[in-house]
């Protein structure tokens, strides 16, 4: 998906930089970067690959030649960025998260005039390139910023840093993603999660609303576009994506997952559906606090079965070979044979998409000597890929192992009822919960409900996206 992190102050900001865009490495694995700038020296500019090398490796040889008051800088899943524009608003550093779906149709209205981009290796243009020469068609950034948002058929967030060493952010018109302000007592910082600042020595000052944008100076910060009543920001963020301590309106990301997973269990013991089993547990990571939620509702202790061996291996980087990206998948997976073999137990994963890996995991406790293997998701079968962020690579729906069994049940018929086979209360929906299950070798399967998800998310739910369970915008 991607991240940006910013910071103007009265001092050198170099190390809150650097700091700062570490703590969003979770978000992305793939190129990294950052911009600083001096009143004196002008910007400086640093992008690597971290696909093989973490973010912090990478940039620690970069930082003595960094240096200002002002800098932004990157986690991406997508392009090279953040991006230096020289244009007739002036120079700027452009950072961009989202997803453009309309590309092609807006590359064509800038090829007819004789724009040339730069072409990609693997894919169209530099998404952000092309979000810049969007607000390079206007008079002004702001209404250049508010013309691409209207333009782009997805999402874009974005952070600017002029070369008055200014910051201005803008959120999503639909608020999809987060954007915070934190504030210390030299200046002003703005990221995603609220975490990275708070470990910095900021504390909370705004978070912007659906469509706002912000000019931020290290002496405070200005609303130049006022935020929409309108928004749908993205439920993953608090199923899966956020980190543990993070705060989206007014939501934390731990909390909600605790009371998630105590959700899903008091549904299923009103039901009758709870399973006899020895042990609770959490699909490492993100599904653990959902794991725990469950087993202090149900009553069921908690244990962890098999732990992720990351020191050499963390979630956020990967080899770029897909054969050993599979092995290092099993290898990061080191059982704890006491709390497996012979033993009945219940996983709790965030969520259950194409099931490749998951069906792994059940083979290793399998092998294991586990006596039952029985699955839970923390939120309803995914139906459809997302689109309005780039967080799913999946290039067709049926990619989704709920639409695929879907399809092998019922043929093209399956699509008309695809509401009925996300409940698991009706007959296509215990339908494709056995269909799984026999796939996949569950003892039984489980999805969250849309409602207990919503509810445990707690905020109207009218401003969260559930699209990909619903396909309704």
Known sequence: ????FGAVSHRDVVLDVFFGVDYHSHLGTRRAGMIMHDVQDGFQREIHSIENTPFRTKFEKDLPAFHGNAGIGCISDMDPQPLLVR????????STVGCIKNEEEIIQTFTHVGHQFMAMSDRGVNQTELVAALINTQDSLVEGIKYAQETIEGSLTLLVMLDDGSLVAARDKMG????LIGKDDDGYCVAFESFSYGKLGYVDEHELGSGEIVRITADGYTTLVEPRDEMRICAFLWVYYGYPNSNYEGVNVEVMRY?????????ERERGLMPDVDYVAGVPDSGLPHGMGYANESGKPFARPFVKYTPTWPRSFMPANQEVR????????VPVSELINGKKLLFVDDSIVR????????????GAGAAEVHMRSACPPIMYGCKYLSFSRSNSDYELIARRKIRELEGDEGKRHIAEYADGTTERGKCLLRSICE???FDSLSFQ???GMLDAIGIDRKKVCTYCWTGEE
């Open 1 to 4: 998906m991607g991240a940006f």
């Open 87 to 94: 244009s007739h608003l002036g120079v700027f550093a452009l």
């Open 176 to 179: 999809r993603l987060p954007v």
């Open 259 to 267: 009371r998630n997973g105590a959700r899903m269990a008091a549904d």
């Open 326 to 333: 599979n092995r290092v998948a099993k290898m990061k997976q």
């Open 355 to 366: 099931g490749t890996q998951l069906r792994e995991t059940v083979d290793f406790l399998y």
């Open 439 to 441: 796939e996949m070798g």
């Open 449 to 451: 409900s849309l409602d």
